[in-house]
């Protein structure tokens, strides 16, 4: 059987721990928005964030690539890489370009929220930051990056 949820402690927005049941299979920008601690916007611009980051290949391969034939003459191992569609190309200029628009202090926190997965607590300690200052520069950090993507 398959773990779908999961009990975590939270620090609320008045500052108390409480027990919560997360699903696994939100992701932690979802979990922000479900709970209003994200406009639409600024879950939109992390959404196509993490869109572009995906599309782009950009993330860790888990599994076995079957693209890498047996090189010329029948020798086998790697052959050469293959050629990135255009498709790739596109969503890596515009995460690049996303990531740019956030700026050095924010795409940090950023990335590891909306690409990577990781909860906003477990970001913040990371970055070795106080607790409850990662929303306000991701939110900052979204802000920006709607801008750049030009979402009303």
Same mark, same amino acid.
């Given at each position: 059987?398959?773990?779908?949820?999961?009990?975590?402690?939270?620090?609320?927005?008045?500052?108390?721990?409480?027990?919560?049941?997360?699903?696994?299979?939100?992701?932690?920008?979802?979990?922000?928005?479900?709970?209003?601690?994200?406009?639409?916007?600024?879950?939109?611009?992390?959404?196509?964030?993490?869109?572009?980051?995906?599309?782009?290949?950009?993330?860790?391969?888990?599994?076995?690539?079957?693209?890498?034939?047996?090189?010329?003459?029948?020798?086998?191992?790697?052959?050469?890489?293959?050629?990135?569609?255009?498709?790739?190309? *596109? @969503?890596?200029?515009?995460?690049?370009?996303?990531?740019? #628009?956030?700026?050095?202090? $924010?795409?940090?926190? /950023?990335? !590891? %929220?909306?690409?990577?997965?990781?909860?906003?607590? *477990? @970001?913040?300690?990371?970055?070795?930051?106080?607790?409850? #200052?990662?929303?306000?520069? $991701?939110?900052?950090? /979204?802000? !920006? %990056?709607?801008?750049?993507?030009?979402?009303?």
């Amino acid at each position: 059987m398959r773990t779908t949820h999961m009990e975590q402690m939270i620090e609320g927005p008045d500052g108390q721990w409480q027990k919560v049941l997360v699903n696994m299979g939100e992701s932690s920008l979802g979990w922000l928005h479900a709970r209003g601690l994200l406009s639409d916007r600024h879950f939109a611009a992390g959404d196509m964030l993490r869109q572009d980051w995906e599309r782009a290949g950009l993330g860790a391969r888990v599994t076995m690539r079957w693209d890498a034939g047996p090189r010329d003459g029948g020798r086998r191992g790697p052959g050469r890489r293959p050629d990135p569609t255009l498709g790739q190309i *596109a @969503a890596r200029e515009r995460f690049d370009g996303a990531i740019a #628009a956030a700026g050095p202090g $924010l795409s940090d926190i /950023l990335w !590891r %929220v909306a690409c990577a997965g990781e909860g906003l607590a *477990a @970001a913040e300690k990371a970055l070795g930051w106080p607790s409850r #200052a990662g929303k306000l520069v $991701l939110t900052l950090a /979204l802000d !920006r %990056v709607a801008g750049w993507y030009r979402m009303a």
